[in-house]
Structure formats: structure tokens, C-alpha cells
């Protein structure tokens, strides 16, 4: 099997979602059959960044035990694509079943209720129904910065959700074991580290954590749950038993085809960001690519960690998965 890495303007153009729904037994809709429950639970996992790495959903080149179990409960779409290379339009769009161009958020600088106050989302037609909704992570972009109350505008609580948390690392989950910023500080976020500390001292450890806490809260309603990953996104940073998955060559490098057609000046990874990438050395590809699915690996354990709490409880019969990437 081949390992490959791709560069970096693969990695931020990619349009290619990850969609995949699973349903135990009966699937709704696309099989022909129904759910057993007539108010299922919804468990709505959106992971920040993920792209397909030459197989169905980077099993080919990345460690993803808990996503090929998750495929292998019910359907995967393999040719959804993506309506907007970037998170806020990518994922309003997402939620209100409108295209970018309809809502009109085309950056990341826009709330969606700023463009349309009244729009109902996915998970408010759910709340409004009678449905417990509540939303752990990034589900809408997460903006706002360090002001909680821009940030729970960003996440739409209390609007979208009864309840809407995200999560910031510990003290030790900030201590980098090994790691650097491979353009010297020019692009902050061109930073990868192995992290000290546990899964949890990482917020996709603790969003793991508060999906499976509230899976396990008792309550006759049905609910609506969104788990939102932040990784793979950068910086990528994980917990260092990650990266140890990856040994530092094992990972080939992507070389593109001779052939290739030229890309448009206006697709991103070019302008400043192609200047910090074109200066890239063989070493540093390979460090990012490294990171990236350590990154990925570690989303895909905490993946783990809420599957294990439906078959624990015997939920999949009752429960709609759906399992998306927000733009690759
Ligand atoms: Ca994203």
C-alpha cells in the first residue's frame, strides 16, 4: 500500500466533504427501510478539515479504526462535494440547506444570523419539534475569539441549541513535547506539536467527554446531539501517542502529476500563503502530512469513544449518525 503525502495546497483545497450516515438494521430513506423509532435521536458528528487520503476515507493512508467501524454500520457517500472551500459557508450552508451563494456568507467573518436573523437551522427545526438539542464543539464556524458572548452568537445557542459548550486545552495539554512552526512564524498556523498530557486535556478529548455524558443522561425526549471535532485542523497539535503511529518516514511524499493543469491565482494556497508554501523544504511537507494524520488519528479515537457509548447503551437502533467533514 502506498503512503503518500500530499502538499499543502491539496490539503486546504480539497472540496471534497465526508459524508457518511449510519443506521443499525434499517436505514432511512436510501435502503427503503425506517428507523425502528419514530423520533430517533440524532447524533450530528462534524470533524474540522478532514479529507479523503486516497481510500474511502483515508483508511488507505491513515489510521482510522473507528471511522471504517463507523462505515461499516450503513451508507457512505463517497461523491458529495462541498459547496464552499471554507468552514462558515461551508457549514451554514450545511445547516440551513441553502447554498452559499443563497445565504450570502461567503468568509469566515460573517455569522449567519447577521445575514438571515430568521433562518431556521437543521438542529432548531429539531428543538422546536420537541427534540433536546445541544451541541459540544464546533457545529456553526466558532468565532468570537475569547468573548464568550460572541461565541455563544457564533455557536447559535439557545437558538439552534438548548445548550451549546466549546472546549480550550489545559495548561499541560499546551505543553509541546516536540514540534515547530515549519514557516518560521510567518503563517501562525503552520504549527504542528506532540502534546503532553491525555486525549481530554485536548478539546476534542473533552468534547468526546460531554457527547458521551450527555448520551448517557437519562431523559424520555429525544435528543439531537452535535459533536463537533476540531481536529484535523491546524495547528496540528495531538497528543504525542499520535504522532508515534506515524514514524517520521514512513510517510511518501505527493508529487504532482507532470501534467497538471495550472490553478487559478485565485484559488487558495496561493498569494501569501504559495509564497510560504513554495519555500517548503521535502522535510517539512513531510512534518505537516505527519501531523495531519496524527491529527486525524487522534479525532478518530475520540470518534471511538462516542460509538462505544451507543453500543453501550444499545442505541443504534433508535439513533440517525451522520458523520461529515466540513470541506476537506
Ligand atoms: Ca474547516
Redesign the pocket.
Known amino acids: 500500500m502506498n503512503q503518500r503525502i500530499f502538499n499543502v495546497r491539496h490539503l486546504i483545497v480539497s472540496l471534497i466533504p465526508l459524508v457518511f450516515i449510519g443506521l443499525c438494521g434499517r436505514t432511512i430513506g436510501l435502503c427503503g427501510g425506517t428507523l425502528q423509532a419514530d423520533r430517533p435521536n440524532i447524533l450530528l458528528i462534524m470533524v474540522?478539515?478532514l479529507r479523503d487520503y486516497g481510500g474511502a476515507f483515508t483508511s488507505e493512508v491513515v489510521k482510522t479504526p473507528n471511522l471504517d467501524r463507523l462505515r461499516a454500520h450503513g451508507t457512505t457517500f463517497e461523491r458529495a462535494y462541498v459547496q464552499y472551500p471554507?468552514?462558515n459557508p461551508?457549514r451554514s450552508s450545511m445547516m440551513v440547506g441553502l447554498r452559499a451563494e443563497q445565504t450570502g456568507i461567503t468568509g469566515n467573518d460573517t455569522r449567519l444570523r447577521q445575514k438571515m436573523p430568521e433562518i431556521i437551522t437543521m438542529p432548531q427545526l429539531c428543538k422546536d419539534a420537541g427534540w433536546q438539542t445541544h451541541a459540544f464543539g464546533k457545529l456553526f464556524h466558532l468565532g468570537g475569539g475569547k468573548n464568550d458572548k460572541q461565541k455563544a452568537l457564533w455557536m447559535d445557542a439557545g437558538r439552534s441549541w438548548h445548550t451549546a459548550q466549546a472546549f480550550e486545552a489545559t495548561q499541560l495539554g499546551r505543553r509541546i513535547i516536540e514540534g515547530r512552526n515549519v514557516t518560521d512564524g510567518a503563517l501562525n498556523w503552520c504549527q504542528w506539536g506532540a502534546a503532553d498530557g491525555t486525549d481530554d486535556d485536548q478539546p476534542d478529548g473533552q468534547i468526546a467527554a460531554a457527547t458521551v455524558a450527555m448520551i448517557e443522561k437519562p431523559g424520555d425526549a429525544p435528543w439531537f446531539i452535535g459533536c463537533g471535532f476540531m481536529k484535523p485542523?491546524d495547528p496540528f497539535i495531538a497528543p504525542k501517542k499520535y504522532f508515534d503511529l506515524y514514524p517520521p518516514k514512513s510517510l511518501e511524499i505527493w508529487r504532482d502529476p507532470a501534467d497538471i493543469a495550472p490553478v487559478r491565482r485565485e484559488a487558495v494556497g496561493f498569494g501569501a500563503l504559495g509564497e510560504a508554501f513554495a519555500k517548503f523544504t521535502e522535510q517539512e511537507w513531510r512534518e505537516l502530512f505527519r501531523a495531519y494524520c496524527a491529527g486525524t488519528s487522534f479525532m478518530d479515537a475520540q470518534l471511538g469513544r462516542v460509538l462505544d457509548a451507543l453500543d453501550r447503551y444499545k442505541l443504534w437502533g433508535k439513533t440517525l449518525v451522520i458523520f461529515v467533514g466540513?470541506?476537506g
Do not use: I, L, W
Request: some cysteine; overall charge negative.
Open positions: 474540522d478539515d471554507v468552514c461551508s485542523h466540513d470541506h
